[in-house]
Every structure is written in C-alpha cells, then in structure tokens.
C-alpha cells in the first residue's frame, strides 16, 4: 500500500458510526450523579476516542484472522496499513485519556487510564478467551463511571445496567462468522432482561423521580428489551446461521441508546434522553454504509 489512507478507509477502520451509542454512558453517569458542565461536555469526546481506538486496536490485532475470514477489511485488504492502524489506535487512546483528564482532573484519569488499559488488554489478550464478555462490559461500565467522575458510586446502577447489556452483546458476536451456540443467545437474551429490569428497577425504588419521568424511563426500557431481545430470539431460534447472529448483535450495538436513554430520562435528562434514542435509528442507517461490526 502506497500513501495516505482515504477518510473512507480511516472511518470504517474505527467503525466510526457505532460512535453514536457512546454518549450516551457518559451522559448517563453524569446525570446519576448531578454532574454538568465541562464534565458532560468534554467527558463524551473522551469516551469517543477511548471507543475508536479500541476499534482500530481490534483490527491491527486481528489482521491475521481477518486475511482468512473477513478479507474485505481494511488492514487485509491493503486499504490501511497494520503500522497506520496501530498508530491510529494509540493516537486515539492518548487524546481519549488527555481529554478526560481536561474535563474531570485526577478522579477522571483514575477511571480512564484503567479504561484505556481494559480496551487494549481486550482486543490483544482477552477478545477470544472465557473472559472476553467481562472484560469488554468493564469497559463499557467505566465509561459510564467515567461521566460521573465526581461521585462514582451514584452511577452504579447505570454501569450495572450498560456492563450487563455489553456482556450479552460480546458472547453473542462472537457467532458473526460461524454461528453460535444457543446457549450464547438465550445467555444474550437474559443479559438483556437483566439490563433492562437493573435500569427500571433503579429509578423506580427512587422516591425523587417525579411519575412522568418514571414513566419515560419505563418505555425506553421496555423499548430496548423489545427491540433487542426480539433480535437475539431469532438468533436463538437459528444460532448456526452467522448471518442472523450479525444482524442480532448490530441490532445490540444500536439498542444499547434506548436502555442509556431510560437511565438519563429516569433522572429528568429527557431532552438528552431523546437525543440518545434517536441516534440508534441514525446508526441503522449509516450502518448500511459502514458496519458497526
């Protein structure tokens, strides 16, 4: 490969698009935990970048694997070079971790810098051991505790809620290219029941949360258990077709904004709440374009 990567090229390396349910963890910790300001403004580009690292990690680490299963990637097909992506991978973490830090100080980098870490370890160590699923809904959990760098541990039931989610949505993409176990997809499924009940149950043994809000939280929750569970049900009833089990863990990866907006709408963020829901549809969109997978 001769010159610079095209941006086409660079945006499908980092799937640029699933970006979209990143937001949302930080926006969601921030409002568990009463946080505004420069925290819930620069906390999510933070997490942005921390998330397209991973993704561009992921495929210098796989390039191998990839040149035999999926040779239509970047890096094998010669698109973008293994030494372009490491270097875009490491870029990336470097200004996620630099920008948390602007947005939270020391408390901040005392999440993100174990958040950097975690991505890395996954996609070079962990990805294809037992602990693949735990280590990535770790990432996703910290990201939301990120958000809510000033009180951690009033966001516990969102991370909760978004690691569990996360868990369930790792062991079923594992089955993108061969299929999966049906165990794997019904262990999906209730990993997405969990999640939802972690979500609804937290704001509603919440005496503050005024009805309407409660109410709010309650349809995206059970907008996300319908919309993803449905998904992972079909991939249960067929586990050996690869095709499906794609399509059930991108309808995972894009559902994930529905379960981040019944935890901002549970705490009053509708306006945010709405702008999260609203991203998964754009997602189903772009990702037509540039898979999220």
């Not at 933070?46 to 998330?51: A, F, H, K, Q, T």
């Not at 309808?251 to 981040?260: A, D, E, K």
């Amino acid at each position: 490969m001769t010159g610079a990567p095209a941006v086409r090229d660079l945006t499908e390396l980092v799937r640029a698009p699933a970006a979209l349910t990143v937001p949302g963890d930080a926006w969601s910790g921030a409002a568990w935990a009463g946080a505004g300001g420069t925290t819930a403004a620069l906390m999510p580009l933070g997490s942005v970048c921390l998330y397209w690292s991973g993704m561009a990690l992921n495929d210098w680490a796989d390039r191998e694997v990839d040149a035999v299963e999926r040779p239509e990637r970047v890096i094998p097909s010669g698109r973008v070079g293994a030494g372009t992506a490491l270097g875009v991978a490491v870029g990336l973490g470097a200004a996620g971790v630099a920008l948390t830090a602007a947005a939270g100080g020391r408390r901040a980098l005392r999440l993100s810098v174990p958040l950097a870490v975690l991505v890395a370890a996954y996609d070079v160590v962990a990805k294809d051991s037992p602990a693949g699923p735990a280590v990535m809904a770790s990432t996703r959990g910290l990201d939301v505790l990120l958000g809510a760098a000033t009180s951690p541990a009033a966001a516990a039931a969102p991370a909760a809620a978004v690691a569990v989610h996360t868990a369930g949505v790792t062991l079923l993409s594992r089955g993108e290219v061969h299929g999966t176990r049906r165990t794997s997809a019904v262990a999906a499924m209730a990993a997405t029941g969990a999640a939802a009940a972690i979500a609804w149950t937290a704001v509603r043994r919440d005496p503050a949360v005024p009805a309407a809000h409660r109410w709010a939280a309650t349809a995206f929750a059970l907008l996300y258990a319908a919309r993803v569970g449905t998904a992972q049900a079909r991939a249960a009833a067929t586990p050996d077709d690869a095709g499906r089990v794609r399509a059930a863990t991108g309808t995972g990866i894009g559902g994930l904004t529905l379960l981040q907006a019944a935890c901002l709408a549970g705490r009053g963020r509708v306006l945010p709440a709405a702008t999260v829901a609203g991203a998964g549809p754009l997602l189903r969109r772009l990702a037509r374009v540039v898979s999220p997978t």
